[in-house]
């Protein structure tokens, strides 16, 4: 069974920075387009950045741009979301997904979810 489990997400001041991880069990990991989505009470789930396979190409929303930066380890099987200059804006629960294939920024198109972290960022 597939599983995804985010970490790292907490309580922080606007202006500072935290890491998320993405613990994968994934068999294959290494061939998954690996993304992170958020999403804030009230609203609907929102793309935030994902990393490609093969060549390693990202995106990014543009909201996070220049903010976060998303990594992949493959000799853990991990991914990871490096947030900083939070601000409040982006307090919501952050989710992991993973996908076969080529990026893409719509939920939709992802395989395997986490069950996600929630950041808080207070003004």
């Known amino acids: 069974q597939v599983q995804l489990v985010e970490s790292g997400g907490g309580l922080v001041q606007a202006g500072n920075s935290l890491r998320l991880s993405c613990a994968a069990s994934l068999r294959t990991f290494s061939t998954y387009t690996m993304g992170w989505f958020r999403q804030a009470p009230g609203k609907e789930r929102e793309f935030v950045a994902a990393i490609g396979w093969s060549t390693y190409t990202t995106y990014y929303a543009d909201s996070v741009r220049g903010r976060f930066t998303i990594s992949r380890d493959n000799a853990k099987n991990t991914a990871y979301l490096q947030m900083n200059s939070l601000k409040p804006d982006d307090t919501a629960v952050y989710y992991c997904?993973?996908?076969?294939?080529?990026?893409?920024?719509?939920?939709?198109?992802?395989?395997?979810w986490g069950q996600g972290t929630q950041v808080t960022v207070s003004s």
């Open positions: 997904a993973a996908k076969n294939g080529v990026l893409a920024r719509t939920g939709g198109s992802y395989d395997y």
